[in-house]
């Protein structure tokens, strides 16, 4: 596992641009939504610690990570944005249906980045097994919401 050796909620603040007048969207899946609501946490909290204001952080739900490109695009023509994180959790099982959603996810996420001028982040756990998730959305390996809001707070103020 890639994150093995490295904690997702660990940065340095005082590289982090300051996120006061930026606006945030976040899109979560309600699929796995002990996972999503971690990572939820995670993205937030750090937001919040760089200095975003929370009114202006628009949270939408949606039913899958599937559905994630569609809920942002939406988002994004819909709202003044300066970045957007999806945010979901694609667990392993017996079928080919994780291969799917998760290439369909990434490959529409990627889309939305290409051809868009609000960069959009990939939150989105590809996970092998449930302790693996939790692992990676607030446990062990910390939380890749956290590394998310970093992520999208320097894509924000990329090029300013």
């Not at 994630?68 to 079928?95: F, H, P």
């Not at 939305?112 to 959009?120: E, F, K, R, S, Y």
């Not at 959305?137 to 320097?154: D, L, P």
Request: with cysteine.
């Amino acid at each position: 596992m890639a994150t093995a050796n490295k904690n997702l909620s660990i940065y340095d603040k005082q590289t982090i641009p300051d996120a006061k007048d930026l606006r945030f969207g976040i899109v979560v899946s309600e699929w796995n939504h002990e996972i999503t609501e971690g990572l939820y946490s995670g993205a937030l909290a750090a937001l919040l610690d760089c200095g975003a204001l929370k009114e202006n952080i628009t949270r939408w739900n949606v039913p899958g990570s599937f559905e994630l490109a569609y809920g942002c695009k939406k988002m994004i023509t819909s709202r003044k944005l300066d970045a957007v994180i999806a945010i979901g959790s694609v667990i392993q099982g017996e079928t080919k249906h994780f291969d799917f959603v998760c290439s369909a996810t990434a490959q529409g996420i990627m889309e939305l980045n290409t051809a868009g001028d609000i960069p959009v982040i990939f939150c989105v756990l590809t996970d092998n097994n449930l302790q693996q998730a939790q692992e990676r959305s607030g446990g062990k390996h910390g939380n890749k919401g956290t590394e998310a809001a970093i992520a999208a707070i320097n894509m924000a103020t990329l090029g300013r």
